[in-house]
């Protein structure tokens, strides 16, 4: 059984930055494919960027050049670090094991003016 723990929401002005965590414990071959998602109130989850155990990462259009995902492996967690943050972006994020099919229970990411 695999279980993902987000870590590292909050509140921030536009502009600045945050940096996500998603631990993952359990099965090893669930962190084969990991993906960060969003959900803003009164919309749809949607996918924002993902990795695999090569460290090949792919990015929404909406967040490149600010969004990067990134994984140590060693400690078993995969990271986002969101940069240049706009009111937008607020919103519930999720980590996904895309391998498991396994959700982490969120993190509030909240960006005023």
């Known amino acids: 059984q695999v279980r993902l723990v987000e870590f590292g929401g909050g509140r921030v002005q536009a502009g600045g930055s945050l940096r996500l965590s998603c631990e993952v414990s359990?099965?090893?071959?669930?962190?084969?494919?990991m993906s960060w998602h969003r959900q803003a109130p009164g919309k749809e989850r949607e996918f924002i960027s993902s990795?695999?155990?090569?460290?090949?990462?792919t990015v929404m259009n909406f967040v490149k050049g600010r969004f990067t995902i990134s994984q140590d492996r060693a400690k078993n967690t995969v990271y986002l670090q969101m940069d240049s943050l706009k009111d937008e972006d607020t919103g519930m994020y999720y980590c996904?094991?895309?391998?498991?099919?396994?959700w982490g229970q969120g993190a509030q990411v909240t960006v005023s003016s």
């Open positions: 359990g099965a090893d071959y669930c962190r084969n494919l």
């Open positions: 996904f094991s895309r391998t498991c099919d396994v």
């Open positions: 990795i695999d155990r090569s460290g090949t990462t």
